[in-house]
C-alpha cells in the first residue's frame, strides 16, 4: 500500500518556476515507477513525465520536454517535478502516480494503482 501527497503547487507567471513535491508513505515506494499527470481545466488527464524505481530511466511529454525534470529521492520517499519556462498550457491540475506493478514506466493513466489528491499550478500570462 502506498499513500501519495502532492504539494507545492501555485499561481506563477509565465516564464517562472515551480517545484513539485510528491511525498509517499509505504514501504513499497522504493519499488514504484513513479510519473506525474496533469488535468487541464475540461479536459483529460494526461502523461507529464516519469521515473523508474532505479532511477536509470526518465520519459517526458513532448510538451514538457526540455523544460520539466522529474526526480526522485528513495531515502526521503518522494519524488519531485521541477517545472521551468512555465507556459500559461501548463495550467491544470498535477497529480503523482505509484505503479507499483512493473519495473518500466507507462504513460498511460490506467497502468498506475495509487494516486495522490491533487495540487493545482496556474500559470498566469
Known amino acids: 500500500q502506498v499513500q501519495l501527497v502532492e504539494s507545492g503547487g501555485g499561481l506563477v507567471q509565465a516564464g517562472g518556476s515551480l517545484k513539485l513535491s510528491c511525498a509517499a508513505s509505504?514501504?513499497?515506494?522504493?519499488?514504484?515507477?513513479m510519473s506525474w499527470f496533469r488535468q487541464p481545466p475540461g479536459k483529460e488527464r494526461e502523461f507529464v513525465a516519469a521515473?523508474?524505481?532505479?532511477?536509470?530511466?526518465?520519459g517526458y511529454a513532448d510538451s514538457v520536454k526540455g523544460r520539466f525534470t522529474i526526480s526522485r529521492d528513495n531515502a526521503k520517499n518522494t519524488v519531485y517535478l521541477q517545472m521551468n519556462s512555465l507556459k500559461p498550457e501548463d495550467t491544470a491540475v498535477y497529480y503523482c502516480?505509484?505503479?507499483?506493478?512493473?519495473?518500466?514506466?507507462?504513460?498511460?493513466?490506467?497502468?498506475?494503482?495509487?494516486w495522490g489528491q491533487g495540487t493545482q499550478v496556474t500559470v498566469s500570462s
Open positions: 502516480a505509484a505503479d507499483s506493478r512493473r519495473s518500466g514506466y507507462s504513460s498511460s493513466a490506467g497502468a498506475y494503482d495509487y
Open positions: 509505504g514501504r513499497t515506494f522504493s519499488s514504484c515507477a
Open positions: 521515473i523508474t524505481w532505479r532511477r536509470s530511466n526518465t
